[in-house]
């Protein structure tokens, strides 16, 4: 009798146990010292980005600052330094976006460093897919999939 | 007119700038059909350069053309910058609004007259003479814009516009803008005569290009500063008007046949 409530006992130790693991391990997120870790997803287009990693670690909002300001005032719309380029590189190839799960690219870090930001209010998080169509435009009938699937994104 | 030609006066094209050019155009017409590629030529501008005063973007409108009925331009403006057609918004009283439509009546003659109203891109605009932060702008090449980083909503512009062309985004948009468009809740926007195809070398804009597609041709967007362009030579031959002319603000919107 108390050999079959041991043996019970360990197996019931042992399935919560796996059980325990297997949560651990579906809790993607690294942790160090336990504090979470962004994650930091490599681009999904590109070799490297537009200035050193440590750099843009660094200063990429001084970048993207003066950028904004030659673009909005001046009309200067060069991909390098805008945050369009780098939505374009880093928007996360399983929701498409920057900014709209947990562990996307931009906020990732800055949920981990409690910096609250308000570019995607007014900014799209992805990348753009096709270029707007015209629906009558002569061509609207061999890409109707994706201008109804912007549709679709855009109500 | 007079406007007109004293602006061209004030920003004169240098010879040299004229002959390469015309050697440009010529090179290329070699290449391709000769008009399209003049076109391009005369509206390109390198990426990395700031827009230019030499150019001074402007439409005309044929209201003899526009169609009763017909709402393409509306619609083009709305696909191509992103915001929700009026009457699809849950809000329609407040929903913004770029371009519309309207149809006015004489009341002795029932004569009608269909036009597209937008910001009329003021050489003089007032938006930005009442703007408290400097968010509300005139760009060197005569568009009329708001930059949103510096809006704060507080609709000094849209009380100052005798066009009624400015709208307040009440409600957030939850990322459904395009990339090219940014826009969101708490600031005011307008027509930017589709600036991001401007920067991009189209030379035209959304309306001007469904207006044309539906054959009514009654939008013609180009350089009014350009003696040569289309729009210049249309607006020598035909007699426009610009609507509330009493108030002198010289603007980038001329209207034909009302």
Redesign the interface.
Known sequence: MTGKMKSLLALGAVALTTAALAWAGAEAQPKAGGAPVPVITKAAKGEHCVEDTAYMRRNHMKLLLVH???T???????PKHSL?GC?DCHASEATG?VA?AKEDFCVSCHSYAAVKIDC?????????RTT??????PHAASVSANVEEMAG??? | MNELNTMTEQAPHSPERRRFVGAAAAVAGLAVVPGVMLYEVADARP?????SSAVRWGMLVDATRCASGCS?CV??CS??N?W?PVAQSEHPRQAPQWIRKLQLEDPLTQAQINLPMLCQHCAEPPCVDVCPTGAS?K???GIV?V???TCIGCRYCMMACPYKARSLVHE??N??????V????G?VEACTFC??K???GDGTT?CA??CA??GHNAILFGDLNDPESEISKRLRELPTKQVRADLKLNLGVRYHGI
């Open positions: 904004r300001d030659r909005v005032l001046q009309g200067i719309r060069t369009k939505i976006s709209s995607f209010d007014c900014h799209s998080t992805k990348p753009q707007a169509m015209n629906p009558s435009h994104v855009s109500r | 990426e990395d350069q700031p827009a393409d619609t083009a696909t191509e992103g929700t702008f760009r060197a090449d814009l930059n949103r980083h957030p948009l990322d459904t803008q395009k990339p090219d940014p826009r969101g809740m600031c600036v991001q401007i920067d991009r959304a290009e469904a597609a539906a």
